[in-house]
């Protein structure tokens, strides 16, 4: 009572004591008082006139439970006694309101639509309630004729070819009519994004069937975009691209984008196709290449890989890859000392498994909820590869509201190993992991949390950690200010991984300016127990969240 009164807060005011009041009434009919009656809220002040006391007056009157459903059915619909009874076979014995009585009508609707009976009708014949609130109700169902699906045709798919079209429609010619298979193909054409509207048209063609016919207006198809960017380590950045989201009218799409800066530069080309194998698998076919210029090496990639993704229900994902990539390295800034093994060029032929779930609202910046990943790559000489190694990659997001939309928490763990396996004896500088930098332990330059040869250069380690706390607090407009704190390691042999060796740690406060392509951030970050060789912080310019 004090919650819905109070709107939440400390102070009174008129509007929301009458509104508060409304509430109880609406609370009370939900839970089957339908004849609760609410009187308007009294107030008295005390003398000072700061205070002030509300009272609420409530009626109850009788709480109504529902006790039985009954169903007459106008002609023969074939349907089962037991599949009706399941329409409400959940509500019996629970609180009765309006909202209830609607409700089973709607799921009587629904069976009978579902087997065939799309004019179906189901009203209220009568209802009746005893003195201590057990409610009975009959409906008077109407199923209307029986249908099945005539022919199929389509309008205004100028450039999407028929056989796309029709094999996103889950309603046949000669199949029987049902209203989920309607509800399904309109969800499958939107989710096409090929169309701005799809409407279905039904006519009678004879007794018992009705054409279909599926109007359609098509949405652009090519799509472009620009973008800048920017990093502490790498600079100024822009990408581009280019993706056309209906290839030839088949529903497949084609990509192109690339990103060029100072320090590194990457392309990619790819044919997806949406629809492999149903409804809910993607397969992509992709070249990639790019080079980046690491603080003690430069790195280069060349590869392609083809990948299937499969949608495992509500925001759960699971994928399967192949890959077989150049992997090189070049002007190695690194002790000569060093297995030369840790310098080499080699080709990388691996299979990828990963499985995902994701809740969050928004991609750029998030919110709300929690995403997670985790892959298992394996590279072996059985599939052509020079090198072998198995890498698991695992991390979790966590995304808290504090204070409704002014405060929030996020939580993020990452880590990874590589397991050199079969001849491999060491893993090449460009396949290790790194720390430090903008988006993993900020109190660290990039690449410099972790093992280093005798110069002071990193050279990376077959494991790594990092554990980040930030709340996110809104100041105004979209300016946004952030206090964090980050811990990390890299170890140099994953057998060492559990051992927790060499964490390092970042505390600091951050500014963020949202845009839409995600937030501008500026971060300053202490290295609280610096080592020799460590930088008692760092400052970190870039565009997008850390995590």
Same mark, same amino acid.
């Given at each position: 009572?004090?919650?819905?009164? *109070?709107?939440?807060?400390?102070?009174?005011?008129?509007?929301?004591?009458?509104?508060?009041?409304?509430?109880?009434?609406?609370?009370?009919?939900?839970?089957?008082?339908?004849?609760?009656?609410?009187?308007?809220?009294?107030?008295?002040?005390?003398?000072?006139?700061?205070?002030?006391?509300?009272?609420?007056?409530?009626? %109850?009157?009788?709480?109504?439970?529902?006790?039985?459903?009954?169903? %007459?059915?106008?002609?023969?619909?074939?349907?089962?006694?037991?599949?009706?009874?399941?329409?409400?076979?959940?509500?019996?014995?629970?609180?009765?309101?309006?909202?209830?009585? @609607?409700?089973? +009508?709607?799921?009587?609707?629904?069976?009978?639509?579902?087997?065939?009976?799309?004019?179906? =009708?189901?009203?209220?014949?009568?209802?009746?309630?005893?003195?201590?609130?057990?409610?009975?109700?009959?409906? =008077?169902? $109407?199923?209307?004729? /029986?249908?099945?699906? *005539?022919?199929?045709?389509?309008?205004?798919?100028?450039?999407?070819?028929?056989?796309?079209?029709?094999?996103?429609?889950?309603?046949?010619?000669?199949?029987?009519?049902?209203?989920?298979?309607?509800?399904?193909?309109?969800?499958?054409?939107?989710?096409?994004?090929?169309?701005?509207?799809?409407?279905?048209?039904?006519?009678?063609?004879?007794?018992?069937?009705?054409?279909?016919?599926?109007?359609?207006?098509?949405?652009?198809? /090519?799509? $472009?975009?620009?973008?800048?960017?920017?990093?502490?380590?790498?600079?100024?950045?822009?990408?581009?691209?280019?993706?056309?989201?209906?290839?030839?009218?088949?529903?497949?799409?084609?990509?192109?984008?690339?990103?060029?800066?100072?320090?590194?530069?990457?392309?990619?080309?790819?044919?997806?196709?949406?629809?492999?194998?149903?409804?809910?698998?993607?397969?992509?076919?992709?070249?990639?290449?790019?080079?980046? %210029?690491?603080?003690?090496?430069?790195?280069?990639?060349?590869?392609?890989?083809?990948?299937? $993704?499969?949608?495992?229900?509500?925001?759960?994902?699971?994928?399967?890859?192949?890959?077989?990539?150049?992997?090189?390295?070049?002007?190695?800034?690194?002790?000569?000392? /060093?297995?030369?093994?840790?310098?080499?060029?080699?080709?990388?032929?691996?299979?990828?498994?990963?499985?995902?779930?994701?809740?969050?609202?928004? @991609?750029?910046?998030?919110?709300?909820?929690?995403?997670? =990943?985790?892959? @298992?790559?394996?590279?072996?000489?059985?599939?052509?590869?020079?090198?072998?190694?198995?890498?698991?990659?695992?991390?979790?997001?966590?995304?808290?509201?504090?204070? !409704?939309?002014?405060?929030?928490?996020?939580?993020?763990?990452?880590? +990874?190993?590589?397991?050199?396996?079969?001849?491999?004896? !060491?893993?090449?500088?460009?396949?290790?992991?790194?720390?430090?930098?903008?988006?993993?332990?900020?109190?660290?330059?990039?690449?410099?949390? *972790?093992?280093?040869?005798?110069?002071?250069?990193?050279?990376?380690?077959?494991?790594?950690?990092?554990?980040?706390?930030?709340?996110?607090?809104?100041?105004?407009?979209?300016?946004?200010?952030?206090?964090?704190?980050?811990?990390?390691?890299?170890?140099?042999?994953?057998?060492?991984?559990?051992?927790?060796?060499?964490?390092?740690?970042?505390?600091?406060?951050?500014?963020?300016?949202?845009?839409?392509?995600?937030?501008? =951030?500026?971060?300053?970050?202490?290295?609280?127990?610096?080592?020799?060789?460590?930088?008692?912080?760092?400052?970190?310019?870039?565009?997008?969240?850390?995590?």
């Amino acid at each position: 009572l004090g919650r819905v009164l *109070g709107d939440g807060t400390r102070w009174y005011s008129e509007r929301s004591a009458r509104r508060g009041a409304r509430e109880i009434e609406r609370s009370y009919a939900d839970r089957g008082w339908t004849d609760c009656v609410v009187d308007a809220p009294e107030v008295v002040f005390d003398a000072s006139g700061t205070r002030a006391e509300v009272t609420v007056h409530v009626r %109850e009157g009788i709480r109504y439970r529902l006790a039985s459903v009954a169903v %007459e059915i106008d002609g023969a619909s074939g349907l089962d006694a037991e599949l009706v009874r399941g329409a409400w076979a959940g509500d019996v014995g629970k609180p009765f309101d309006e909202r209830t009585r @609607v409700e089973i +009508g709607g799921r009587i609707e629904q069976l009978f639509a579902d087997r065939g009976y799309p004019d179906v =009708r189901a009203e209220l014949a009568s209802r009746a309630a005893t003195t201590e609130g057990a409610v009975s109700l009959v409906f =008077r169902v $109407t199923p209307g004729p /029986l249908v099945h699906v *005539g022919d199929v045709t389509l309008r205004g798919n100028d450039s999407t070819q028929d056989r796309f079209v029709k094999s996103r429609i889950a309603l046949r010619r000669g199949g029987l009519y049902t209203r989920a298979h309607e509800r399904e193909t309109l969800a499958d054409l939107y989710r096409t994004g090929l169309f701005e509207t799809a409407e279905l048209h039904w006519t009678p063609a004879a007794d018992g069937v009705r054409d279909l016919e599926v109007e359609l207006k098509e949405a652009p198809s /090519l799509e $472009t975009w620009l973008e800048p960017g920017y990093g502490s380590y790498e600079r100024a950045r822009v990408s581009a691209g280019l993706r056309e989201r209906n290839l030839f009218g088949t529903g497949r799409a084609f990509l192109v984008d690339g990103t060029a800066g100072a320090l590194a530069w990457n392309g990619r080309g790819s044919l997806v196709d949406p629809w492999t194998f149903g409804r809910d698998t993607t397969a992509e076919l992709s070249v990639f290449g790019g080079q980046r %210029e690491e603080p003690s090496f430069q790195r280069t990639e060349l590869g392609s890989r083809i990948q299937l $993704t499969r949608s495992l229900g509500e925001h759960w994902e699971g994928s399967a890859a192949y890959q077989y990539k150049f992997s090189g390295i070049d002007e190695v800034d690194v002790d000569a000392l /060093l297995d030369p093994a840790l310098t080499d060029d080699v080709d990388i032929s691996s299979v990828t498994a990963a499985l995902a779930h994701d809740t969050r609202d928004l @991609v750029f910046d998030p919110t709300r909820g929690e995403s997670s =990943r985790a892959s @298992v790559e394996v590279a072996t000489a059985v599939l052509g590869s020079e090198l072998d190694f198995v890498r698991v990659r695992a991390s979790h997001t966590s995304l808290v509201r504090l204070h !409704e939309d002014e405060t929030l928490l996020a939580i993020a763990f990452r880590t +990874g190993w590589i397991v050199p396996t079969g001849g491999t004896q !060491e893993i090449p500088l460009q396949e290790r992991f790194f720390n430090g930098g903008e988006s993993t332990v900020r109190s660290f330059r990039e690449d410099h949390l *972790g093992p280093r040869d005798a110069d002071g250069t990193p050279i990376g380690g077959e494991a790594y950690n990092v554990l980040s706390a930030e709340i996110r607090q809104r100041l105004g407009g979209r300016w946004r200010a952030a206090l964090f704190v980050d811990a990390g390691n890299v170890v140099t042999d994953h057998s060492d991984y559990f051992e927790l060796r060499g964490v390092r740690y970042g505390v600091g406060v951050g500014l963020r300016y949202s845009l839409p392509i995600g937030p501008l =951030r500026l971060d300053a970050a202490l290295n609280p127990d610096p080592e020799a060789g460590e930088s008692d912080g760092a400052i970190h310019l870039s565009l997008g969240l850390a995590f």
